[in-house]
Every structure is written in C-alpha cells, then in structure tokens.
C-alpha cells in the first residue's frame, strides 16, 4: 500500500492503484470474491468502497505471506510447495520460462534452491488469485 486512501472512500481503480495491481484484476477476480465489501456509494459511474474494509479482506484472502527460509539451506521445488502452496509443477515450469531463477545447486537429481534466493523470488512474485484462501 502506497498511499493514504481517500476519506470518503475509494473506487476500484483508486483501490488498484494503491495495492500496485491490474484494475482489471480488481474488477474481474477480487471484487468478486464472497468476502468483498459492499459499496459504500457512488463517485461518478463508480462504486466506492471503505478502504479498512477493502485492507481486510484483501489482507485476509489475497496477500500470501512469506515463510521464513533459511538463507543458507537448499530446498527443493518440493519442500518450496511446502511452505508456499506454489506447487512444485509451477516452480519448474517458471524456471523454464524465466520467471523464477535457475537452481543455486542442480548436482543432485533434484534441483535446489537457497532460502535467500527462494525469498528474494517470492518477494517479487505476484499472488494469484485464483488460488486465493475463501
């Protein structure tokens, strides 16, 4: 969240550009969600919703926190999918496509990652929202 939300309440784009997303992905996925508030009014054509609300629920069912690694150790895409509910299906497939980086250790016959590499990985990584807690 960058900035401070508007005091009367704020539209989807308002809300999107705040939380760094697609309006679209506002619009099409997340303000449907069961969870999502009720609209507070209208500004324009637009629905404004209360921004605590809005916080709430995207806290609750869209942002997926990061588990803490040890920066050290080696982790396989497995053990990955373990602690993030990425599977491990989706790790190799971004790695080949570029979007996740190459193995800090590909010597054995699974590929590992360390917990710093997985964590800066993470960090950048978009959560989707299709996979989003109900």
Same mark, same amino acid.
């Given at each position: 969240? =960058? *900035? !401070?939300?508007?005091? #009367?309440?704020? @539209?989807?784009?308002?809300? +999107?550009?705040?939380? %760094? /997303?697609? &309006?679209?992905?506002?619009?099409?996925?997340?303000?449907?969600?069961?969870?999502?508030?009720?609209?507070?009014?209208?500004?324009?054509?637009?629905?404004?919703?209360?921004?605590?609300? =809005? *916080? !709430?629920?995207?806290? #609750?069912?869209? @942002?997926?926190?990061?588990? +803490?690694?040890?920066? %050290? /150790?080696? &982790?396989?895409?497995?053990?990955?999918?373990?602690?993030?509910?990425?599977?491990?299906?989706?790790?190799?497939?971004?790695?080949?496509?570029?979007?996740?980086?190459?193995?800090?250790?590909?010597?054995?016959?699974?590929?590992?990652?360390?917990?710093?590499?997985?964590?800066?990985?993470?960090? %950048? /990584?978009?959560?989707?929202?299709?996979?989003?807690?109900?």
């Amino acid at each position: 969240m =960058v *900035d !401070t939300p508007h005091s #009367e309440g704020e @539209t989807l784009r308002d809300i +999107a550009a705040r939380h %760094g /997303r697609a &309006y679209d992905t506002l619009r099409a996925q997340w303000s449907r969600h069961p969870a999502w508030p009720a609209p507070i009014g209208k500004r324009g054509r637009s629905y404004i919703y209360d921004p605590a609300a =809005v *916080d !709430t629920v995207i806290a #609750e069912h869209f @942002t997926r926190s990061t588990p +803490a690694f040890e920066p %050290g /150790r080696l &982790y396989t895409a497995r053990e990955i999918s373990d602690l993030t509910g990425i599977s491990a299906a989706t790790i190799r497939a971004d790695v080949s496509k570029g979007r996740w980086p190459a193995p800090d250790d590909a010597s054995q016959m699974a590929n590992r990652w360390t917990g710093t590499t997985i964590t800066t990985a993470l960090t %950048g /990584r978009r959560h989707d929202p299709r996979t989003a807690r109900s």
